[in-house]
């Protein structure tokens, strides 16, 4: 027996070695759990800082170009070869297309046109054109493609046919000039090698299924077709006042009417420019606004739907969001029963009080001063109750205070608590606010305001 209870093996148990590893790892992993703990249970208070800035207010429209457009018709049937640029001023008599009856022509200019090389300004201007479609391009509407396809297409050959023209006398030579007609311009204006049906329609002719896009068909005239006698050959926009037309409701077009210009910027170019305001209701109650112009027709002349923006609030100032505002209230006393504290401090008023043996006494409080008129000072209403007494400064008038009144303002964090600070909003849309800058009161630029002044109350102190 003695010798059974000998061999019972009993397991060691090592003792616990802390070292200073597990005590830093503990440290932190505690620091950790505290500092996620008052994440979650802390206030969350977000600051905003001030900046100058405009409001943009969503003014954005899709027009209807309207311009006096004349449709030049060919006088007989052959090969039209284009020798105008498209968007150039012609005079009366200038050189415009050819017409050739036999077609040789055609033949004539492939054949000089692969050695012709197009000049500095040429591939200019295929740049501009390539770069105004890339910047204006909606995958919605992809018909546009071909549009640009045919635009770069024929102004290439225009580009290929007036260098060749440059040099009549090689085609004198070549013995075909007997068989082709030179037509010039009857009047002077701006060439356009499209039409679209929109050349003669009027404001009063107008519906709202107009301004659809999708049923919208523009016809390109390429150079090198052959055509008939009467068929429409280029057109000619004769004078550079124009209008643009676009669908308002009532409400708008009253405000239109009322400012008579108004600044419109053009997205295209991002240009601006003052258009003079008229309107036009149809039977069907549909409201249209013109928007004429006596400039930029030519930048636009082969544009029929124009995206504009109506900039009708150009002020700058203060921007800050919409939910950084706040309504509060305030005393409102008489400017004369305010005073400044001796020592140079703040102002505030001289209290009615009473001493424990009834006998009356003043007591100067000082309180923060909020906004002004004339005649009344906003003051703090945390150190101050309705029917407390005040008095006038070197007199024994009293005031009871009892005036209230509201002032729109943001929570000021500068200082590290929440101070109140009264705003003048010039401009407002749905998120943002203009106010106006450096009042006596009020926001200068750079300065930190709450940025939802939900989050706070009256000079909580901010830890951030």
């Known amino acids: 027996m003695e010798q059974n209870g000998n061999n019972k093996i009993v397991k060691y148990r090592k003792p616990l070695n802390i070292n200073i590893g597990m005590v830093i790892f503990a440290v932190i ?142 085609i ?49 005239l390429i150079s090198n077709e052959l055509i008939a006698s009467g068929d429409p050959v280029y057109k000619l926009s004769t004078n550079e006042d124009w209008s643009i037309v676009i669908q308002t409701d009532e409400a708008k077009a009253e405000e239109l009417l009322e400012a008579e210009y108004v600044k419109v910027k053009f997205l295209k170019n991002q240009q601006t420019s003052w258009g003079e305001v008229s309107s036009y209701t149809n039977e ?44 509060k209230e305030f005393f409102i006393v008489p400017k004369e029963y305010v005073t400044q504290g001796g020592n140079g401090s703040g102002y505030g008023v001289l209290k009615e009080t009473y001493t424990e043996d009834g006998t009356a006494t003043t007591e100067f409080v000082e309180t923060t001063i909020y906004n002004e008129t004339e005649t009344e000072y906003y003051l703090d209403d945390m150190v101050l109750r309705i029917g407390d007494y005040i008095i006038k400064p070197e007199s024994t008038e009293k005031y009871a205070i009892s005036k209230r009144g509201s002032l729109t303002g943001v929570y000021n964090i500068n200082k590290g608590y929440a101070d109140f600070k009264q705003i003048n909003i010039l401009y407002q849309n749905d998120e943002y606010s203009i106010v106006k800058s450096n009042t006596q009161y009020g926001l200068s630029v750079y300065d930190y305001i709450v940025l939802d002044a939900t989050t706070v109350e009256d000079d909580e102190f901010i830890y951030n």
């Open 29 to 170: 992993f505690i620091y950790i759990v505290i500092c996620v703990f008052m994440y979650f249970t802390q206030k969350h208070i977000e600051a905003h800082q001030v900046k100058m800035g405009s409001l943009s207010t969503n003014n954005i429209y899709k027009g209807i170009a309207l311009r006096d457009e004349e449709i030049i018709t060919a006088d007989q049937a052959g090969y039209v070869n284009y020798y105008a640029r498209e968007g150039e001023r012609v005079g009366v008599g200038n050189l415009v297309y050819t017409l050739d009856e036999s077609g040789k022509l055609a033949d004539y200019l492939n054949t000089e046109v692969s050695g012709t090389t197009l000049t500095a300004k040429d591939l200019s201007e295929l740049k501009t054109e390539i770069l105004g479609f890339v910047n204006s391009f909606d995958p919605e509407y992809f018909s546009t493609v071909y549009d640009f396809k045919y635009n770069v297409q024929g102004t290439v050959l225009k580009l290929a046919n007036a260098n060749i023209l440059e040099n009549i006398d090689s």
């Open 172 to 220: 004198n030579r070549s013995g075909i000039s007997e068989l082709i007609s030179f037509c010039n311009a009857p009047d002077t204006g701006i060439v356009v090698y499209s039409i679209d049906g929109y050349e003669d329609i009027t404001i009063e002719q107008l519906t709202k299924e107009s301004f659809d896009t999708k049923n919208y068909e523009k016809t390109q």
């Open 284 to 327: 069907n109650g549909e409201i249209f606004v013109k928007l004429t112009f006596n400039n930029s027709m030519v930048t636009f002349c082969t544009d029929r739907f124009i995206d504009i923006e109506l900039i009708l609030e150009d002020e700058t100032g203060l921007k800050i969001p919409n939910s950084s505002i706040v309504e």
